[in-house]
């Protein structure tokens, strides 16, 4: 039905709460980012704390103990090389998290420098938008596919090769804001005094976009583990012996109909990884910016 | 009902026991928001009669608006109709299926709202909306439907009627819309219109010209208006009987003439002190624009007492103990005060 | 109308023109020398100077962009590396599984996702719009690779009631077609109706608080009348935009799938080019996928036309 509420009540405003009460009642209202920051955060602990929750070697080969299905001594069995899969799959923590950060800072940085300029810069903006649209064209995991064929197989050249194709939508996100606030009175007012443009760049317009840019790294850092768990499940990410939950699975392939443990525990990592990074991001979006909804 | 208010024993001001087509009780619309209860509705009750024009008068916020929504029951969650019937040709709207209170929307009683520019739905034609009610309820066929929806907007003066019908809403002006909402409202021949404002959101050469066209329709097809509205002005230039609301319920109600010859309510002069006039010269009598100081109270934690008692330049201290009954104090005159006496000394005084 | 038809035509001409210079300046811009890395490790100098000869690296810049253009004007998309075989054709072989698992996603995709979001928005608010928004997180956040190895697990493993892996022509009759298409359909549409019922959702709820979806209640229409003739096509833009722009997930997704279920596509023919290092073929691979991407949005534009007439005029 429509919506119909009267119009004019009237709250009396209240003495703002202190800090703490403060805090409580922002994770009361916005469950989803304590879900999704705790279950993010024992993911980074599990990351940095690896060799503590794995003491094994993640590339300690055993062929005696090949493919073994889970149990006390291999909770996440092991593999055709006799390889410890829960050992391999709390190390692939590590790379998937340093590509999502890398990834998401970097194509913010960026995309933010780009995206300021063009939305100020007449002239540039006619150039790089036309090549934004051009990259944008280019389904991200193809053209992150062509650099990798054409560069040798390392973790540096996976992230460069899945940060240029996120830095359109950065690009993108940032103009709009800055071509939609630099019609603002304040900003005009503030040009009419002779403010200097770096000034207004950094004192209003940054600001401005710190919100729908936190919320976009969030989701570009969900995006990137995906397609490095993508790429290096094609062969086309991260170098073979570096036991990223993509490579567990791609060498789990061939097995996975006697051996599904070797697909399945990386792949619930990698599912839960992304599944807390896309909650903070909601999360973040709801508290920081309802409109961003629309744009998502 | 339980409280079968005076006003169905008496007789009816200045319309000789006319037939009533709509007739709401004691309704109560609250909306349950998280902060609290807001008792947007809190006991109102009046009726409209056949074929006139009922004025309900009140600043943004009384409950006017809410209380024509509760007729249609189209009041949203958080909000829900608590309390009350709503009665038209004996049947308690309340009590009526989803499916049969369909069949009354746009058909029996229809509604017209504030915003034209905003009420057509804008990527559907005028034609196929118009078409749509008639073929809803009157079960025509698209081609007969689309004729009448042509004729309707001949009804309501749109020029070149067969060419606009085929137009978006987003090709007329903003009095064009409202010309074409009224024959959307008007295409079913309702018993009662509800108008909220309808004239509001227009230019005011506009606002002229649909409340004539309101007016004219009316004569024609026999329709019941209740003009919902914040001005005055607007009522007095077109209403038979007038409700006047403050805060959620019933302060006064009495015939146009009598209103404003003899306001029994405080806040009713105060809303006639707010409405600038030319035709009395200012100087002369030394009125000022007034305003009424103070805010419309919150409806979630009301007073005890009297709503109005905190702006209330007549209040006394048993005003804001008790709350004032709705009396009849003249023939026909009824009000919500202990010092309507008080008021209207000194109206004319 | 015309006017705005033929601007969105040209507009797609610089971008593909932009993917065009990307896609070749690649090979140039890579660091290193892309011919030794695309021989691989075990190759002689003489191999390392075939392929450069191939790629037609020795050439000046400018030389080679102009003729691989012309080339590409005339539908030569080269010649792979590895096979001899013009890229054309070898794509031209791999298309049809392809081209049913992609429309048959999008529509599982499209027939799921709207009627979700159109009822949750409806019933915001309630368990039956935080399940369809639960479903919607849980969408994007299973990759593709994953989903798909669960159901082969569950359906086919387990279940035995579909096949493991394979593709079947619908040439050979659509009950064994069915039977392929329906998982990797199920797991590459996933992300695919995971963003547009979150879409539609959202689109649908705003449109819902609109003065007019009160005019259509008002008038007595019945509720679902009200959400699809009213609500639906309003909400429509952000949906139909939405879906053009996930096309490129699903290409990207494609290519995941299709590795997973063994289906003979064009993302097989991208994997196994990865592994020999084939530029030629992901050149062509990207071009034509690039391509699709840009006409899928064309005509996403041109639906904008029939289901908002503020646009047509």
């Known amino acids: 039905m429509t919506a119909t509420t009267p119009a004019a009540v009237i709250d009396i405003i209240e003495p703002p709460k202190p800090i703490g009460q403060q805090i409580v009642e922002f994770c009361r209202r916005n469950t989803t980012v304590v879900f999704g920051s705790i279950l993010l955060?024992?993911?980074?602990?599990?990351?940095?704390?690896?060799?503590?929750?794995?003491?094994?070697?993640?590339?300690?080969?055993?062929?005696?103990?090949?493919?073994?299905?889970?149990?006390?001594?291999?909770?996440?069995?092991?593999?055709?090389?006799?390889?410890?899969?829960?050992?391999?799959?709390?190390?692939?923590?590590?790379?998937?998290?340093?590509?999502?950060?890398?990834?998401?800072?970097?194509s913010t940085l960026i995309g933010l420098v780009i995206g300021m300029l063009s939305g100020y810069v007449r002239m540039v903006d006619a150039i790089v938008m036309r090549i934004m649209d051009g990259l944008m064209a280019i389904p991200g995991i193809l053209l992150a596919i062509a650099m990798m064929a054409l560069t040798k197989a390392s973790v540096e050249n996976v992230v460069i090769a899945i940060t240029i194709p996120e830095i359109p939508r950065v690009v993108r996100l940032v103009r709009g804001v800055v071509l939609q606030i630099r019609e603002q009175p304040y900003i005009e007012a503030a040009q009419s005094i002779g403010t200097r443009f770096h000034r207004i760049l950094i004192k209003h317009i940054l600001p401005n976009i710190m919100a729908p840019l936190i919320v976009q790294a969030t989701y570009i850092c969900a995006a990137a583990v995906l397609i490095e768990a993508g790429l290096s499940f094609l062969g086309a990410g991260t170098p073979p012996n570096i036991p990223s939950w993509g490579n567990i699975m791609a060498e789990g392939r061939t097995f996975f109909q006697i051996a599904f443990w070797i697909i399945l525990f990386p792949g619930l990592f990698l599912s839960v990884t992304v599944l807390a990074i896309n909650l903070l991001g909601d999360g973040l979006r709801d508290a920081l910016d309802p409109r961003l909804a629309r744009r998502m | 009902m339980v409280q079968a208010t005076q006003t169905m024993t008496r007789p009816d001001p200045g319309s000789g026991g006319a037939e009533r087509v709509l007739e709401i009780e004691n309704l109560k619309t609250h909306f349950f928001t998280r902060d609290g209860v807001v008792r947007a509705v809190d006991g109102v009750s009046y009726h409209v009669l056949k074929g006139e024009t009922l004025g309900v008068v009140?600043?943004?916020?009384?409950?006017?608006?809410?209380?024509?929504?509760?007729?249609?029951?189209?009041?949203?969650?958080?909000?829900?109709?608590?309390?009350?019937?709503?009665?038209?040709?004996?049947?308690?709207?309340?009590?009526?299926?989803?499916?049969?209170?369909?069949?009354?929307?746009?058909?029996?009683?229809?509604?017209?709202?504030?915003?034209?520019?905003?009420?057509?739905?804008?990527?559907?034609?005028?034609?196929?909306?118009?078409?749509?009610?008639?073929?809803?309820?009157?079960?025509?066929?698209?081609?007969?439907?689309?004729?009448?929806?042509?004729?309707?907007?001949?009804?309501?003066?749109?020029?070149?009627?067969?060419?606009?019908?085929?137009?978006?809403?987003?090709?007329?002006?903003?009095?064009?819309?409202?010309?074409?909402?009224?024959?959307?409202?008007?295409?079913?021949?309702?018993?009662?219109?509800?108008?909220?404002?309808?004239?509001?959101?227009?230019?005011?050469?506009?606002?002229?010209?649909?409340l004539h066209l309101m007016l004219e329709l009316k004569e024609k097809l026999g329709t019941a208006i209740v003009l919902i509205t914040h001005d005055l002005g607007v009522v007095a230039e077109t209403c038979q009987r007038i409700v006047v609301m403050y805060a959620g319920k019933k302060v006064e109600e009495a015939t146009a003439d009598e209103l404003f010859e003899r306001p029994l309510h405080p806040y009713t002069v105060g809303l006639m002190k707010s409405v600038p006039r030319l035709d009395r010269a200012a100087v002369e009598e030394q009125a000022r624009l007034m305003e009424i100081p103070g805010m419309v109270p919150s409806l979630k934690n009301m007073p005890p007492g009297c709503a109005f008692a905190p702006r209330c330049v007549f209040a006394t201290e048993r005003c804001r103990i008790e709350e004032p009954g709705f009396e009849m104090k003249a023939g026909g005159h009824f009000a919500a005060c202990f010092n309507s006496d008080k008021v209207a000394e000194t109206y004319h005084g | 109308m015309y006017a705005y038809l033929i601007r969105r035509i040209l507009a797609t001409i610089p971008v593909m023109a932009v993917v065009a210079v990307f896609v070749f300046s690649l090979l140039f811009l890579s660091p290193g020398d892309p011919a030794a890395i695309i021989a691989g490790d075990l190759a002689t100098a003489d191999d390392i100077a075939r392929i450069r000869e191939r790629l037609g690296l020795n050439e000046p810049f400018l030389v080679q962009f102009g003729k691989?253009?012309?080339?590409?004007?005339?539908?030569?998309?080269?010649?792979?590396?590895?096979?001899?075989?013009?890229?054309?054709?070898?794509?031209?072989?791999?298309?049809?599984?392809?081209?049913?698992?992609?429309?048959?996603?999008?529509?599982?995709?499209?027939?799921?996702?709207?009627?979700?979001?159109?009822?949750?928005?409806?019933?915001?608010?309630?368990?039956?719009?935080?399940?369809?928004?639960?479903?919607?997180?849980?969408?994007?956040?299973?990759?593709?690779?994953?989903?798909?190895?669960?159901?082969?697990?569950?359906?086919?493993?387990?279940?035995?009631?579909?096949?493991?892996?394979g593709y079947t022509s619908i040439s050979k009759g659509f009950g064994p077609f069915l039977n392929n298409i329906i998982l990797p359909s199920l797991t590459l549409g996933m992300v695919q109706a995971a963003l547009v019922a979150r879409m539609t959702r959202t689109s649908v709820l705003e449109v819902l608080a609109e003065d007019y979806i009160r005019t259509a209640h008002a008038k007595g229409l019945a509720t679902h009348k009200v959400l699809i003739g009213h609500a639906l096509k309003n909400a429509a833009v952000p949906i139909v935009t939405i879906i053009g722009v996930s096309f490129a997930l699903l290409i990207g997704g494609a290519i995941i799938t299709e590795s997973v279920f063994a289906i003979p596509g064009l993302g097989r023919l991208t994997v196994d080019a990865i592994l020999r290092r084939d530029y030629p073929i992901i050149q062509g691979v990207i071009l034509v996928f690039s391509g699709a991407y840009v006409l899928v949005n064309l005509a996403v534009d041109i639906i904008y036309t029939f289901l908002d007439p503020r646009i047509r005029f």
């Open chain 1, 41 to 106: 955060l024992s993911m980074v602990i599990i990351a940095i704390f690896a060799p503590f929750f794995a003491p094994g070697d993640p590339l300690a080969l055993a062929p005696a103990r090949r493919l073994r299905p889970p149990s006390e001594t291999y909770w996440f069995g092991t593999d055709m090389f006799g390889r410890d899969v829960f050992t391999r799959t709390i190390y692939g923590t590590r790379i998937s998290l340093i590509v999502g950060i890398s990834v998401s800072f970097l």
């Open chain 2, 58 to 210: 009140g600043e943004s916020g009384c409950g006017k608006s809410v209380s024509a929504l509760s007729v249609l029951r189209l009041i949203a969650k958080p909000g829900r109709i608590v309390q009350g019937s709503i009665k038209m040709s004996g049947r308690n709207l309340l009590d009526l299926s989803d499916r049969e209170m369909r069949s009354i929307r746009g058909n029996d009683i229809s509604m017209i709202f504030q915003e034209p520019m905003t009420s057509l739905n804008p990527v559907l034609t005028l034609g196929r909306q118009i078409a749509e009610t008639i073929m809803l309820h009157q079960g025509l066929s698209k081609k007969d439907a689309w004729d009448k929806s042509v004729e309707m907007l001949k009804l309501v003066r749109i020029p070149e009627a067969e060419r606009r019908v085929t137009e978006y809403p987003f090709q007329m002006s903003g009095g064009m819309r409202q010309r074409v909402m009224i024959a959307m409202a008007l295409s079913c021949n309702p018993k009662v219109l509800l108008a909220d404002e309808p004239t509001t959101a227009l230019d005011v050469t506009i606002q002229a010209q649909i």
């Open chain 3, 68 to 165: 691989w253009v012309f080339n590409l004007m005339r539908g030569d998309l080269g010649v792979s590396i590895f096979s001899n075989l013009p890229v054309s054709k070898l794509m031209l072989q791999r298309l049809e599984p392809t081209l049913m698992l992609t429309s048959t996603t999008l529509v599982i995709a499209i027939c799921a996702a709207v009627p979700m979001g159109v009822i949750a928005a409806w019933k915001a608010g309630t368990f039956i719009d935080r399940g369809v928004m639960l479903f919607a997180v849980l969408g994007f956040s299973f990759p593709s690779f994953v989903l798909g190895y669960l159901l082969i697990y569950t359906f086919s493993i387990k279940l035995e009631v579909l096949p493991v892996q």
